[in-house]
């Protein structure tokens, strides 16, 4: 009897053991393991959906079809509204035409001392669906503000965040007052506002595997840089150097999404294709800032092409950018 009483006893211990261990551990997040498989598809279908209608329901989106510009802006209105985000619309004129920056917040009613800056924009070159460039970053965007805006809800974090679709990015109106980050970023110098940190969404959707795939400008390409474009790419400038590594420290973490780094002098004036997105507009205007990219036309063959399309895309990876996002933002809770 005392026999089986042990090993009951021994039995139930065990088991308690067991309970108590899983309790402390089963529910944590293990570094590198950064959502569960069901929320990684919910994503992935996010993103999918997002794209679908960006370049296949609404199509092309450059400044020459105007009523697609205002269909874009709609659709990001009522993905914002349907995850209780409230928007602003940041109305301008170009050559007749009324464009719109869509503005949402999370949490900038507390943080009236600053707020990071996630930025994307929506519109397409002329004649194309724009699929990596730029519904892929606007699908991105979306849809790391739902989960933060989950957090939110259970208090997961007291940061203030700020999304910023930008009307306007392609020419005609590139590198001129016209481009939606351009009237963003100066409108937040004049008003004193206190950005901590932009992070330019800028083609964020295209993979390639095949060695020598990759390619990079020159001095770049004579470094030992991967030469496969299964990567993200983190580029910001020397004023912007501790958030540019705080943000790789973050999406280091995400061993499923593989990460590199460059930190540029003088706001990359040396190296013109580095600024050729939205984070320049914030740089000139003395902002920290950094571009997330799949490294554009050094990796995408359909770049500014009709063949820029969604069925060339890797959702997987972009459901990548988007957990590495989760992370740098859970680092800062």
């Not at 959502?35 to 919910?42: A, L, N, Q, R």
């Not at 937040?188 to 060695?211: P, S």
Request: proline share 3%; glycine share 8%; with cysteine.
């Amino acid at each position: 009897m005392k026999m089986i009483m042990l090993r009951v006893n021994l039995r139930n211990a065990l088991i308690l053991a067991a309970a108590v261990f899983c309790f402390q551990f089963c529910n944590k997040k293990i570094d590198g393991a950064v959502m569960s498989e069901k929320g990684k598809m919910e994503i992935v279908n996010n993103l999918e959906r997002h794209v679908e209608f960006l370049t296949k329901k609404i199509g092309e989106r450059s400044v020459a079809i105007p009523g697609n510009l205002e269909k874009t802006a709609l659709y990001i209105e009522s993905i914002y509204k349907k995850n209780g985000i409230k928007t602003v619309r940041e109305s301008y004129d170009f050559e007749g035409i009324r464009v719109n920056n869509i503005v949402a917040g999370l949490n900038l009613e507390k943080n009236i001392s600053g707020y990071y800056l996630i930025g994307a924009h929506y519109d397409s070159v002329t004649g194309t669906v724009g699929a990596d460039d730029n519904a892929s970053a606007v699908a991105v965007q979306l849809e790391t503000a739902r989960i933060l805006a989950e957090e939110l809800k259970k208090g997961g974090f007291t940061i203030g965040i700020k999304f910023v679709s930008f009307a306007l990015e392609e020419p005609p109106a590139y590198n001129s007052g016209y481009m939606g980050s351009r009237v963003h970023a100066k409108k937040a110098r004049a008003a004193g506002e206190n950005i901590l940190g932009m992070i330019c969404l800028e083609m964020v959707g295209y993979t390639c595997m095949k060695q020598g795939c990759q390619d990079y400008p020159l001095p770049l390409k004579l470094m030992n840089y991967p030469k496969t474009g299964d990567f993200i790419a983190i580029v910001g400038d020397s004023d912007s150097e501790d958030f540019t590594e705080s943000l790789y420290r973050a999406f280091k973490k995400n061993r499923g999404l593989p990460v590199i780094r460059l930190v540029v002098p003088l706001k990359g004036r040396f190296l013109p294709d580095i600024r050729l997105s939205d984070h320049s507009s914030f740089w000139d205007e003395g902002f920290k800032a950094v571009m997330v990219t799949d490294t554009a036309f050094y990796r995408n063959p359909n770049y500014h092409m009709a063949t820029d399309v969604m069925e060339t895309l890797d959702f997987n990876f972009m459901s990548g950018v988007v957990e590495s996002l989760i992370l740098f933002f859970n680092d800062l809770k």
